[in-house]
T-cell receptor, first 116, second 114 residues
């Protein structure tokens, strides 16, 4: 079991509210990621970070923002939630595989967001 | 266009039976292919990873194969258990390590019945 945590696990909120999804890891990984996943669909990368003060947008356009002030913490914020933001949000961190030129990503349990 | 296609979309088998899940990809260049298991309401967990030179890799009752020439991979599950019920996701990376971009399949939803 990876040491990566997400809170809350479930969130139901009204349109227009500001929300922050928390993600933290205790593995000391520099690289962290946020994915969006709808039922039966593939994961889409929305944000990533290679370390403190580094944040980049992913492949899927998202109205959310992220910050990386501490290595272990990578929160995602939606300033004004809308029903189209309803989805599962997965946080991950990665580290190089020993002796390999590959990384393994370790995923958190996810936050299921519903915007009414 | 770089894509990862998985089949079947869903599968139901009886406990104790074997099954094979398929993954076809068009990702180029190719660095590695990974199979993840995602339990309902949880994040994916890595099962196996294979690089270009590897044809097969096992992890307990899970055996993955890779044919880099035909760009196909399979995940074989032996003697299935109820706890194998999950979504199995094929993920292909186009480069190793830091620069690698990941391409995700939509997964195969496996249900194991008693």
């Amino acid at each position: 079991e990876a040491d990566i945590y997400q809170t809350p696990r479930y969130l139901v909120i009204g349109t227009g509210k500001k929300i922050t999804l928390e993600c933290s890891q205790t593995m000391g990984h520099d690289k962290m990621y946020w994915y969006q996943q709808d039922p039966g669909m593939e994961l889409h990368l929305i944000h990533y970070s290679y370390g403190v003060n580094s944040t980049e947008k992913g492949d899927l356009s998202s109205e959310s923002t992220v910050s990386r002030i501490r290595t272990e913490h990578f929160p995602l914020t939606l300033e004004s939630a809308r029903p189209s933001h309803t989805s599962q949000y997965l946080c991950a961190s990665s580290a190089p595989d020993r002796g390999q030129f590959t990384d393994t990503q370790y995923f958190g349990p996810g936050t299921r967001l519903t915007v009414l | 266009k770089n894509q990862v296609e998985q089949s079947p979309q869903s599968l139901i088998i009886l406990e104790g039976k074997n099954c094979t899940l398929q993954c076809n990809y068009t990702v180029s260049p190719f660095s590695n292919l990974r199979w993840y298991k995602q339990d309902t309401g949880r994040g994916p967990v890595s099962l196996t990873i294979m690089t270009f030179s590897e044809n097969t890799k096992s992890n307990g009752r899970y055996t993955a194969t890779l044919d880099a020439d035909t760009k196909q991979s399979s995940l074989h599950i032996t003697a299935s258990q109820l706890s194998d019920s999950a979504s199995y996701i094929c993920v292909v990376s186009d480069r190793g390590s830091t620069l690698g971009r990941l391409y995700f399949g939509r997964g195969t939803q496996l249900t194991v019945w008693p």
